[in-house]
């Protein structure tokens, strides 16, 4: 079977208030910005995106657990889930997609507790501290791999 070109974006809690807040940390576009961002770069390569943002973790795992029929990879911004959440880091490797993770802040220049990521393993592009631009990034190089992928 041919691979879906579709990704799936996931944005985690608290990310909804993108562009309300603390603008010096996360910068001042919203969250409805960075999905547009990802449908506009996605489409560049032939891609479409399905969005979720959820301040519950099911929500989030369902979403993930969905996607094993209609995705061939996620972006995913896991918000403060990466820093606690073995079950989300579980759904990923469950589901066995290329991962990009993206933070949209220098998680590794911030609290020692934003230094660890569950995810971080299970993830093959990581793209950390590049403001909501990061997201187009992560969503280049996803394509690239899920490109090498299906010509491997
Ligand atoms: O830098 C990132 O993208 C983070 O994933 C954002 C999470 C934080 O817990 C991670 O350590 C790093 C927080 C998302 C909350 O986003 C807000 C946005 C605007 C105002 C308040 C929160």
Known sequence: MTAPRRLLLVNGPNLNLLGTREPAIYGSQTLADVEA????????????????QSNHEGVLIDAIH???ETCSGIVINPGGLTHTSIVL??????V???????????????EAFRHHS???????????????????????RLIQV??????G
């Open 37 to 52: 961002l990802v449908r506009e770069t996605a489409a560049a390569h032939g891609f479409e995106v399905e969005a979720v």
């Open 89 to 94: 880091r579980d759904a990923l490797s469950g």
């Open 118 to 140: 569950y995810v971080a393993d299970v993830a093959l592009v990581h793209v950390i501290g590049e403001g909501v631009a990061g997201y187009a990034t992560a969503t280049d």
């Open 66 to 68: 969905a996607a094993r």
């Open 146 to 151: 899920i490109a090498g992928q299906s010509e």
């Open 96 to 110: 066995a997609l290329p991962v990009a993770e993206v933070h949209i802040s220098n998680v590794l220049e911030r």
